[in-house]
């Protein structure tokens, strides 16, 4: 309890301190073998306590309006790092973000953001909004939900389902949501030796191309998970395998060397 009144106290100073990082993690396109998107994340360098992991302050800030403004200075965060690649003249990356279930108490937030992305020239559909599963715990909030995605797409932003599987209702939301991704939870690729494993993923992998939505594959770490991944069509992969979150400089030298490097492979 002590711990949670101190970083309750210290985030606003944190916030105004830009303590708060943008870290990304790739994601692979399987068909193409390149890099053309990434998942914003946040990391907390704190001046005086070091690093405060996310598993430790999400669930902190969720219980308070914190989360709300966390997640919208991770946005602009995010929006500023596009803008900056633009002027680059870098390759164009989509990026997608997470959000609190919170927001959902009031979707205009959702003006907010999209005020944020034309301010900063963001492309529509460069930047992908991911709900998760647990938001939709009952008939009005799968409601609300529903219209907050219409709004989205009416907006310019992509809509992902994350931790898809993790829940017991994930094959009825699909008929209720025009999500553009699914990201596949990774509880699916712990026991890939599982032969029924393997057919529920086959089933689910081919559910998402029937219904022509991107199907993203969470948690990949080993070169067995990508083998099996690369048997199914299965759109895009994400894991510690390719790489973990990186910040911004050390993602992009690490993207144009991965880019390269498949480049190369693609050419023998």
């Not at 927001?103 to 034309?118: G, R, T, V």
């Not at 998760?132 to 008939?139: A, D, G, R, V």
Request: with cysteine; proline share 3%.
């Amino acid at each position: 309890m002590q711990r949670e009144k101190q970083l309750n106290s210290i985030f606003l100073t944190s916030l105004q301190q830009h303590d708060f990082q943008l870290y990304l993690q790739p994601k692979i396109s399987l068909k193409e073998g390149v890099c053309h998107s990434a998942e914003a994340l946040v990391r907390w360098q704190h001046p005086q306590l070091g690093s405060i992991y996310p598993s430790e302050f999400i669930p902190v800030f969720e219980k308070s309006e914190h989360i709300l403004a966390l997640d919208c200075y991770m946005f602009e965060e995010v929006c500023r790092y596009l803008h900056s690649r633009s002027n680059a003249g870098l390759p164009p990356l989509s990026v997608s973000i997470n959000l609190s279930r919170r927001h959902f108490h009031d979707l205009s937030f959702l003006q907010d953001y999209a005020a944020i992305k034309q301010r900063y020239g963001i492309a529509d559909a460069q930047i992908e909004l991911e709900l998760t599963e647990s938001m939709l715990f009952n008939q009005e909030q799968i409601a609300v939900v529903q219209q907050a995605v219409v709004q989205m797409h009416e907006l310019g932003f992509c809509c992902s389902l994350d931790d898809f599987g993790a829940g017991f209702s994930s094959l009825g939301l699909l008929k209720s949501f025009a999500v553009d991704a699914i990201k596949l939870d990774r509880i699916f690729f712990e026991d890939i030796h599982n032969s029924k494993a393997k057919d529920i993923l086959h089933c689910l992998i081919d559910l998402a191309q029937r219904l022509h939505i991107r199907m993203i594959a969470e948690g990949i770490e080993t070169k067995e998970q990508l083998e099996f991944l690369n048997s199914t069509t299965c759109d895009m992969a994400q894991g510690y395998y390719f790489s973990k979150p990186l910040p911004p400089a050390q993602f992009e030298a690490w993207l144009i060397q991965f880019n390269q490097r498949a480049k190369v492979n693609a050419g023998k």
